[in-house]
């Protein structure tokens, strides 16, 4: 099946830094890529779109210059959380599709535990 | 604006019997909804798509309906077991984008 590979599993992180979050498919062709927070306890919140080749599409009261999201390729789509501050702590999370899969819904990420001291 | 829920944070019911969660969703036509799997520190697995037009689903031990005319899916897990406990998480979507409920914890005791 199709699988989503997140890297890191955990950061953390000094106040003011940038962080960078992978996610790769790996055995297939995603030309969307979404990310998600996750706070505890709480549902997944969706951030942006990711789309291969052009700019992301970012959800009502996501900063766009914090999380910076490139998506160079058909297989890697990055967020890069800029100058982090604590309560930019959360659980992110990427998923993707594959459009030849029919209905198999999202695959996720195994996520990352971003930790901003 | 578009409104989730879920029957409850969480669910403990005895193994061997039948778990059944609720999903509830307001202001909101979905084209499909999903349900997902998440266990502690992971991110969610898809378990079952059901489309507006059907009525029920089955996969195994699984079983979702969806009602369009009552804005509600039900999730279902028969012979319940330990490896059930999770929180499982309906995400009704349409187009490409899923909005995702906060989610049921289910504690599956032996």
């Known amino acids: 099946g199709a699988v989503v590979s997140q890297h890191p599993s955990w950061v953390i992180c000094k106040s003011g830094t940038s962080v960078k979050i992978e996610c790769r498919s790996l055995d297939f062709q995603a030309t969307t890529m979404f990310w998600y927070r996750q706070f505890p306890k709480q549902s997944l919140m969706l951030m942006a779109t990711?789309?291969?080749?052009?700019?992301?599409?970012?959800e009502q009261g996501v900063e766009k210059d914090k999380f910076l999201i490139n998506h160079a390729s058909l297989t890697l789509s990055t967020l890069t959380v800029t100058s982090a501050h604590p309560e930019d702590s959360s659980f992110y999370i990427c998923s993707a599709a594959d459009p030849f899969a029919g209905d198999y819904g999202y695959t996720f990420g195994s996520g990352t535990r971003l930790t901003v001291v | 604006s578009q409104k989730i829920e879920q029957n409850s944070e969480a669910l403990n019911i005895q193994e061997g019997k039948t778990a059944t969660l609720t999903c509830n969703y307001t202001n909101y036509s979905p084209a499909y909804l999903q349900w997902y799997r998440q266990d502690p520190g992971r991110g969610p697995v898809f378990l079952l798509l059901?489309?507006?037009?059907?009525k029920e689903k089955r996969k195994e031990r699984l079983k979702v309906t969806f009602d369009t005319t009552l804005k509600q899916s039900l999730f279902h897990i028969t012979a319940s077991q330990p490896a059930d406990s999770a929180t499982y998480l309906c995400?009704?979507?349409?187009?490409?984008?899923?909005?995702f409920g906060s989610g049921t914890q289910l504690t599956v005791l032996p």
């Open positions: 995400a009704p979507g349409s187009a490409r984008q899923l909005t």
């Open positions: 059901i489309r507006e037009n059907e």
């Open positions: 990711s789309n291969e080749g052009s700019k992301a599409t970012y």
